[in-house]
């Protein structure tokens, strides 16, 4: 396999550093989750549904948060958003374990609405450190970052909510959270490349930026995270109803462990593959999976296809909004990417439950492939319109005569 894709990016300065604080900042992130649901399941004595409730306000917070944070580095640099940021989670973290539960649930909205905008923050940077043309690698390794994140950040919470206490965890992984936002304050990571303006730019108008192309995909990457979300419910279901749910965190693994080899291909073949048609074989290799029947084994490979598409697939949205979005509103447009992402996960996994109860379960993957599946196709008349146009325009300027 050609590595110089790889080497060449990672020749570029300041992007070694950024990628390992970008694994270390991600993984009490994806802990908050599952710390969240053990916490008002073990210590406040709720159901599940509640604690999905938590999760939900934390959910639909960040999605609201993310492009207003990215807006505010755009306009004003990125330690003032990380330096509030780190406070508020520093306070929602250290005060959680002494809430109830009525105020734990607006308290969590507004946690989300600050959010630590690492994820934006780090593609953000990646755009401004590394040229347009080395960019895939880069974000193929960003995208197997934040695969390591989710395989160890979910594991070390379970562990120590199970073996010391769900508070405890808390206090844990909000540690964690903000000993990231400080290791990002300190680092500073550039948010525009060194010939692009810095300081306070004259706001682009949204009408400009945020055009067909763009809102596509982002509609793209929502639909991609909707197949992930409830791909990971179908899994337990799956399993559940074989009498094999103690293989859970096996498929699972195995399914993490394609998508990063999936990223690595992804990153160093010479050509790249358009978001679209990467979201679109991915809905399509989800669809079949339960076929696979409650069989671990069987459901392993069935998951190898649709996981090994799962990285190449957000690192070529995250590519796409870094190339479409101009530097001043990029903060911006990378939180919509991350709202768009969360907001598929949040509706993925919900979407599939309804459908298990509804059915059974391996209609859990054929449901939300076949959605994710149409929302790629919705896009795709534009897709073509964008790539007749590209194609006309060469034509075009030959018509045009050369001055002398």
Not at 67 to 81: H, K
Request: hydrophobic fraction near 55%; aromatic fraction near 6%; proline fraction near 7%.
């Amino acid at each position: 396999m050609n590595l110089t894709p790889y080497r060449q990016a990672l020749a570029q300065p300041g992007l070694r550093s950024l990628l390992l604080v970008s694994v270390l900042a991600r993984i009490p992130l994806t802990a908050t989750g599952v710390t969240l649901t053990f916490f008002v399941v073990l210590d406040l004595g709720r159901g599940y549904g509640a604690a999905g409730l938590i999760g939900a306000a934390l959910t639909v917070g960040a999605a609201i948060g993310s492009p207003l944070l990215g807006r505010l580095v755009d306009r004003y640099g990125l330690r003032p958003v990380l330096a509030v940021t780190t406070v508020a989670e520093a306070v929602f973290w250290a005060s959680a374990p002494a809430l109830s539960y009525p105020v734990l649930l607006p308290a969590a909205f507004f946690a989300g609405l600050l959010a630590l905008p690492v994820f934006s923050v780090i593609r953000q940077s990646i755009a401004a450190l590394v040229p347009q043309e080395r960019r895939r690698p880069a974000y193929a390794l960003d995208s197997m970052s934040v695969e390591l994140s989710f395989m160890v950040g979910p594991a070390l919470a379970v562990a120590l909510a199970t073996t010391v206490s769900a508070r405890f965890t808390l206090w844990a992984v909000g540690a964690g959270v903000v000993g990231a936002g400080i290791a990002l304050w300190l680092m500073n990571p550039p948010t525009r490349s060194a010939d692009e303006p810095v300081g306070p730019q004259p706001r682009v108008p949204r009408r400009v930026w945020l055009t067909p192309r763009l809102l596509a995909v982002l509609a793209v990457s929502a639909g991609a995270t909707l197949v992930l979300g409830g791909t990971d419910v179908a899994v337990v279901a799956v399993l559940r109803a074989g009498g094999e749910v103690g293989w859970t965190g096996a498929v699972l693994a195995m399914w993490a462990v394609a998508s990063l080899v999936g990223g690595f291909a992804y990153g160093a073949v010479k050509r790249s593959f358009s978001p679209l048609a990467l979201a679109a074989a991915l809905s399509l290799c989800t669809i079949p999976v339960g076929l696979g029947g409650g069989h671990w084994w069987l459901l392993c490979l069935a998951l190898v296809p649709a996981g090994a598409l799962c990285a190449p697939t957000l690192a070529a949205t995250a590519d796409a909004v870094s190339r479409l979005a101009p530097a001043g509103v990029r903060g911006e447009a990378m939180g919509l990417h991350g709202s768009a992402v969360t907001v598929g996960i949040a509706l993925g996994a919900p979407l599939a439950g309804a459908v298990i109860d509804a059915s059974v379960p391996l209609w859990g993957f054929a449901v939300t492939g076949a959605v994710g599946l149409l929302l790629t196709l919705a896009v795709l008349p534009l897709e073509l319109r964008h790539r007749r146009a590209a194609a006309v325009v060469p034509d075009a300027t030959d018509l045009v005569p050369a001055t002398t």
